[in-house]
């Protein structure tokens, strides 16, 4: 919940706007620090309503009337900053950080767009690729331009991952967590770079769009490659390395007719033949053109979603001047937990464990859990939506082409797994997705909250049908959103109103008090464990 805090006395504007004073000091945070008790029970007070003159003075202040964050106008925080007050946000549930031209959510009625393009058609008509360009440079390519950065991608993947980057992966223990190896090697990959490393090269080194390009393709042709070493090692097995472009390989994913024809090469086609290829002189992995053609459409499904909370992160990070790869890691890292990208992975723990507890008939004790607050409905909820998810009705569909395919043992691939040998249990898993699905939205619990799948509800189970290991399934979330954190790394550093992210706190500690000496400070504690300082069931909630 959004609150105000008022703050001792009006700070100066600045002359750029924000609130700081001509002698660098804060803006309007607290100057006398507030107890937690204090700051407590204020918080626990309802927040009074604001009387409407007021409400029109911040109107008659805003930079737009309507369609801000929560619905309203967007007013600058210097504005609150002039009058000694600061937003206290956390989470950032009502505070918007840019402008920004890539994507567009209608939370209240289920809107998605990348670039003004609604998802249904790209996820129809389009492929990743093609996705990931609209994202970085704002238009749909011509049949040439597709093909070119298609090549481009092509070229940074056939280069290979750098010899140190794989001895990183290769170094790690084969259990490692997918995630963790994917963030260890995206940072390990930024780190061989110094050439473009704003830290080692200078401020200036992503000054032109050339020199912001070679970051795009080196992330996006880093990403399958680091993914399919990762699969590999924990199977014991080496990378091998990308094939030279091969139709049989490259030419089969993305919609029919996308950028116009004539592409050249398929992301998603080189991923599986990284992933399943036996051996370096093995014969290519050929995967079944469904599972191609599906696995392109979950990137392009993820490939942006705005300020998530990994996005907002390598904002953040390039908001420090760091090189676009580490500010990538950090993402990965973001993404890794199970309210963002994890969830993929916990729903199909969660859906798993409904399995062994007796499926469908386990679904009511399980919800009277979740409504107890024990557990969260993973997959269920969303910061931004209040309505179905766009995304998780057209993965649910994308669910069902695959199980076919799956079922109707035609996969074509000579893989192992990835490449589409299938999971046996995904047609179990989504019955009981469904069901609990079906369950969730008819009960009070979660229509009052408006809680409903997101797109994570039903993206497991076509990784599980597909015989991925379920750590896996973040890595390919990361794939995907890869495009996004990058048009938004190059949204940020042609953004005039960016400045390094710092976000003001609340002070609620101790006030000033004099350094006791040890021998002066009693005789408690017996070396025991430091007193608990977050309640458990606070916890629980994040
Ligand atoms: N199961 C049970 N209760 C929930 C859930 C859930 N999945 N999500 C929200 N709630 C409750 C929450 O406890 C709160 O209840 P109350 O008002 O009684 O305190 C109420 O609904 C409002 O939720 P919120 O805390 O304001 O939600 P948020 O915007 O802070 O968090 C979320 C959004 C996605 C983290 C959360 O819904 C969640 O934890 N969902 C499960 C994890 C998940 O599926 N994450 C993937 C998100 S979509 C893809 C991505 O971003 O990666």
Same mark, same amino acid.
Request: hydrophobic share 40%; proline share 10%.
């Given at each position: 919940m959004v609150r105000l805090l008022s703050a001792a006395a009006p700070p100066p504007s600045s002359p750029r706007g924000s609130g700081a004073s001509p002698t660098g000091a804060p803006p309007?945070? &607290?100057t006398t620090p507030t107890t937690a008790a204090a700051a407590a029970a204020a918080l626990a007070a *309802?927040?009074?309503?604001?009387? &409407?003159?007021?409400?029109?003075?911040? =109107?008659?202040?805003?930079?737009? *009337?309507?369609g801000g964050v929560? #619905?309203? +106008?967007?007013?600058?925080?210097?504005?609150?900053?002039?009058?000694?007050?600061t937003v206290y946000d956390p989470g950032y549930t009502n505070t918007a950080s840019a402008t920004s031209t890539i994507t567009y959510i209608d939370g209240g009625r289920g809107i998605l767009r990348y670039r003004g393009y609604p998802i249904e058609q790209l996820a129809a008509r389009s492929h990743f690729l093609e996705a990931a360009y609209l994202l970085s440079y704002g238009e749909l390519p011509t049949a040439a331009q597709g093909a070119a950065f298609s090549s481009r991608v092509a070229a940074a993947a056939g280069a290979g991952l750098p010899a140190n980057v794989l001895a990183v992966v290769a170094a790690l223990p084969r259990g490692v967590h997918p995630m963790s190896a994917l963030v260890t090697g995206l940072a390990a990959l930024g780190g061989v770079h110094a050439e473009t490393n704003p830290a080692l090269a200078g401020p200036h080194v992503y000054d032109t769009p050339a020199a912001q390009d070679v970051q795009l393709f080196r992330v996006l042709a880093a990403m399958p490659l680091l993914a399919a070493a990762i699969y590999r090692h924990a199977r014991g =097995?080496? *990378?091998?390395?990308?094939?030279?472009?091969d139709p049989a390989i490259h030419g089969t994913a993305g919609g029919a007719g996308a950028a116009g024809g004539g592409r050249p090469f398929s992301y998603t086609g080189l991923f599986l033949d990284l992933l399943e290829r036996r051996s370096e002189g093995s014969p290519s992995a050929v995967a079944h053109p469904?599972?191609? =053609?599906?696995?392109?459409?979950? !990137?392009?499904?993820?490939?942006?979603?705005?300020?998530?909370?990994?996005?907002?992160?390598?904002?953040?990070?390039?908001?420090? +001047?760091?090189? %676009?790869?580490?500010?990538?890691?950090?993402?990965? %890292?973001?993404?890794?937990? *199970?309210? $963002? #990208?994890?969830?993929?992975?916990a729903v199909l723990g969660m859906l798993g464990r409904l399995a062994a507890a007796g499926g469908v008939a386990a679904i009511p004790d399980f919800l009277a859990t979740v409504k107890r607050g024990e557990v969260k409905l993973m997959g269920?909820? $969303?910061?931004?939506?209040?309505?179905?998810?766009?995304? %998780?009705? !057209?993965?649910?569909?994308?669910?069902y082409e695959v199980f076919e395919a799956v079922a109707a043992g035609s996969d074509g691939s000579d893989s192992g797994g990835g490449g589409g040998s299938g999971g046996g249990g995904g047609a179990g898993l989504v019955a009981i997705a469904v069901a609990l699905e079906k369950a969730a939205l008819a009960d009070d619990y979660f229509a009052s909250r408006r809680l409903y799948p997101n797109v994570d509800f039903y993206t497991g189970v076509i990784y599980q049908a597909l015989g991925l290991d379920a750590g896996m399934y973040t890595v390919l979330f990361a794939i995907g959103r890869s495009a996004g954190w990058m048009a938004h790394w190059r949204e940020f550093l042609a953004d005039p109103e960016a400045r390094i992210a710092r976000p003001r706190q609340w002070y609620v500690g101790a &006030?000033?008090? %004099?350094?006791?000496?040890?021998?002066? =400070?009693?005789? +408690? +504690?017996?070396?025991?464990?430091a007193p608990a300082v977050k309640n458990p069931a606070v916890l629980s909630k994040l």
């Open positions: 309007s945070a &607290p *309802p927040p009074p309503r604001l009387p &409407p003159s007021a409400v029109a003075a911040l =109107r008659a202040a805003a930079l737009s *009337p309507s929560g #619905g309203g +106008g967007l007013v600058r925080a210097s504005v609150l900053g002039a009058a000694g007050l =097995r080496p *990378p091998v390395s990308p094939r030279p472009y469904v599972v191609v =053609r599906a696995l392109d459409t979950l !990137l392009l499904l993820h490939a942006d979603h705005e300020l998530n909370c990994s996005t907002a992160t390598v904002r953040q990070l390039a908001s420090s +001047g760091v090189d %676009a790869t580490t500010a990538v890691a950090g993402a990965a %890292a973001a993404l890794y937990g *199970p309210l $963002h #990208g994890g969830a993929t992975e269920f909820g $969303h910061r931004v939506y209040r309505q179905y998810d766009p995304r %998780a009705t !057209l993965v649910r569909r994308l669910a &006030p000033e008090r %004099a350094y006791v000496d040890v021998h002066a =400070r009693g005789r +408690g +504690g017996g070396g025991g464990p």
